[in-house]
T-cell receptor
Framework: DAKTTQPTSMDCAEGRAANLPCNHS???????VYWYRQIHSQGPQYIIHGLKNNETNEMASLIITEDRKSSTLILPHATLRDTAVYYCIVRGRARNSGYALNFGKGTSLLVTP | NAGVTQTPKFQVLKTGQSMTLQCAQDMNHEYMSWYRQDPGMGLRLIHYSVGAGITDQGEVPNGYNVSRSTTEDFPLRLLSAAPSQTSVYFC???WGIGEKLFFGSGTQLSVL
C-alpha cells in the first residue's frame, strides 16, 4: 500500500470548514483513498473513500488531485464533536492487496469554540 | 441494528491468565478482524477472517488465537496473558476487502 503523509495536528474554529490534507505521492492506479476518524477512546469511524473523482457524502467531501498524489478531506461546517484523529489510508481493493489497513498516526483535529 | 458489539469493555488480568474477548456483528459481514491500539503505534492487525471457518494472521498474531465458527462471532483468545498485551482491542467487520470497516467500541485490557 502507498505511504501517506499527514500533518500531526490542526486547529479549526467551530462553524468553519476543516480542510485536512494528505500526501500519497506513490499511489498506484488501482489504489483508493480512504478516510477514517477516531474520536477519543472510541472505535474508528469510516468517513469516505474515492479513487479519482471527488466524492461527497453526508459527513464530508473528498477532493483528489488530478495526478492523485494528494487529497483533502473537507468537513464543511466543523463542530466540537468533529474533534478527533483523522486517518488517511491508501490501499487497493483486490484480494492481493492484503487485509490490513495502515492507519498510521493521522492528524489530530481540534475544533475550538 | 447493533452493528459490532464487543465485550467486555474493560478487563484486568494477571500475567499468565487466559481470557476471551468477544466480538459479534449483526450485519452478515463476511470479513471480521481484530486490531490492537497502543499509544504512538496506531492500530495493528492481529488476526482476521474472510468467512466462517477461515482465519489468517495479521501483523501481530503471537500470543493470540482466533476461530470463526459462525458468520456473526469472532472471539479473540489470549492464551497466557503478558504485560506486553496491555492495549485497547478493536474488532471490525466489513462486506469485503476494500469495503468500509465497522468498528466496535473497544476493550481496554490491562495485564499486571
Amino acid at each position: 500500500d502507498a505511504k501517506t503523509t499527514q500533518p500531526t495536528s490542526m486547529d479549526c474554529a467551530e462553524g468553519r470548514a476543516a480542510n485536512l490534507p494528505c500526501n500519497h505521492s506513490t499511489i498506484s492506479g488501482n489504489e483508493y483513498v480512504y478516510w477514517y476518524r477516531q474520536i477519543h477512546s472510541q472505535g474508528p469511524q469510516y468517513i469516505i473513500h474515492g479513487l479519482k473523482n471527488n466524492e461527497t457524502n453526508e459527513m464530508a467531501s473528498l477532493i483528489i488531485t488530478e495526478d492523485r498524489k494528494s487529497s483533502t478531506l473537507i468537513l464543511p461546517h466543523a463542530t466540537l464533536r468533529d474533534t478527533a484523529v483523522y486517518y488517511c489510508i491508501v490501499r487497493g481493493r483486490a484480494r492481493n492487496s492484503g487485509y490490513a489497513l495502515n492507519f498510521g498516526k493521522g492528524t489530530s483535529l481540534l475544533v475550538t469554540p | 441494528n447493533a452493528g459490532v458489539t464487543q465485550t467486555p469493555k474493560f478487563q484486568v488480568l494477571k500475567t499468565g491468565q487466559s481470557m476471551t474477548l468477544q466480538c459479534a456483528q449483526d450485519m452478515n459481514h463476511e470479513y471480521m478482524s481484530w486490531y490492537r491500539q497502543d499509544p504512538g503505534m496506531g492500530l495493528r492487525l492481529i488476526h482476521y477472517s474472510v468467512g466462517a471457518g477461515i482465519t489468517d494472521q495479521g501483523e501481530v498474531p503471537n500470543g493470540y488465537n482466533v476461530s470463526r465458527s459462525t458468520t456473526e462471532d469472532f472471539p479473540l483468545r489470549l492464551l497466557s496473558a503478558a504485560p506486553s498485551q496491555t492495549s485497547v482491542y478493536f474488532c471490525a467487520s466489513s462486506w469485503g476487502i476494500g469495503e468500509k470497516l465497522f468498528f466496535g467500541s473497544g476493550t481496554q485490557l490491562s495485564v499486571l
